[in-house]
């Protein structure tokens, strides 16, 4: 199998984010899959910062010589990187004292509860990291940003807590992206990758045919006890769910030459599905891509794009 990242369609995509506004520029978990090194090195004129997840992540990014800002989302106890653009979350009083002196973030709870302070602890917890550390701004998180209720809640809660600051804040991410950005800066990810209707996908999936053969009625095709009900031409391809490509789901199709063709069963290395008579070894199949997109292929896994992104993504060489 093998993974490609559309850089030009990345590049689109951060550039119709920023137009509107600044933009921090997600690439956690190696980018959602599409390679953090090469889309931080293609957005470097487009981002105003970068966010990951971990110290590991940045630390990787800064390697690479990446030297825009890079927020760590998740809270650190310590402070284990030195580098001046590197940006740490803090959630609690308690970590206060360890980042005297360093770059932070300040992380709000406003309903999702995952990390971040509460709203009765936020106004001491932002007093108490501007007196030690150098605050950059503070943030939260949408829980579904599709449900406009829910983020007009967090949003209201957001800026009654906040009212007053004066540090930038940053809430929207890509699902909540409107023509009009509150605070005027957008932390997003998915749309980077062209995850959610109006951006273009960004990765495209292919598969090698190993082998191909002529199966009568009546006949298995991989595991379990299913038969083929009229004769087929199947094609076996190098992808399998131990690349991510999901065993167990819904009909799901391949782009084989020139036409989409139905999966017959998914194995751990391999796939086999319907092809034509003139299809052979070496030949290769669109699995994710113009043809077949990672909606369909999410709702075929019963997930979301989130979880093809990164689940493909994380066999990308």
Do not use: W
């Not at 090469?38 to 590991?56: C, G, H, P, Y």
């Not at 803090?90 to 971040?116: E, P, Q, Y």
């Amino acid at each position: 199998m093998d993974i490609h990242t559309d850089l030009c369609a990345v590049r689109r995509n951060a550039s119709k984010i920023s137009n509107n506004c600044k933009l921090i520029a997600v690439i956690k978990a190696d980018a959602y899959g599409h390679g953090s090194v090469i889309t931080a090195k293609a957005l470097a004129r487009i981002a105003d910062s970068f966010a990951v997840a971990t110290e590991n992540e940045a630390k990787e990014l800064l390697a690479a010589g990446v030297d825009r800002d890079i927020l760590i989302l998740h809270p650190c106890r310590y402070p284990r990187l030195t580098a001046e653009n590197v940006i740490y979350t803090l959630t609690c009083l308690r970590d206060v004292a360890a980042f005297s002196g360093r770059r932070t973030a300040i992380k709000l709870n406003t309903g999702m509860n995952r990390f971040g302070a509460d709203a009765e602890n936020a106004a001491t917890l932002i007093a108490k990291a501007k007196e030690n550390t150098l605050v950059s701004s503070v943030y939260s998180h949408f829980y579904d940003a599709t449900d406009r209720s829910a983020v007009q809640r967090q949003l209201d809660d957001f800026e009654r807590v906040t009212r007053g600051c004066d540090l930038p804040r940053h809430i929207v991410s890509s699902g909540a992206l409107t023509a009009e950005v509150p605070y005027g800066i957008a932390r997003c990810g998915i749309a980077l990758y062209g995850g959610i209707k109006g951006y273009l996908p960004a990765m495209t999936v292919t598969a090698e045919v190993l082998e191909t053969r002529r199966v009568h009625a009546g006949e298995h095709v991989g595991y379990g006890s299913g038969t083929l009900r009229k004769v087929a031409y199947i094609a076996v391809t190098d992808i399998g769910h131990a690349h991510g490509y999901r065993r167990l789901g819904k009909a799901r199709y391949m782009y084989v030459a020139g036409r989409r063709r139905k999966v017959v069963s998914v194995c751990m290395d391999c796939t086999l599905v319907e092809c034509g008579r003139e299809t052979k070894a070496g030949d290769i199949v669109e699995v994710m891509g113009g043809h077949i997109s990672p909606s369909e292929l999410a709702r075929s896994f019963g997930t979301n794009e989130y979880e093809v992104f990164t689940s493909l993504g994380a066999k990308r060489t």
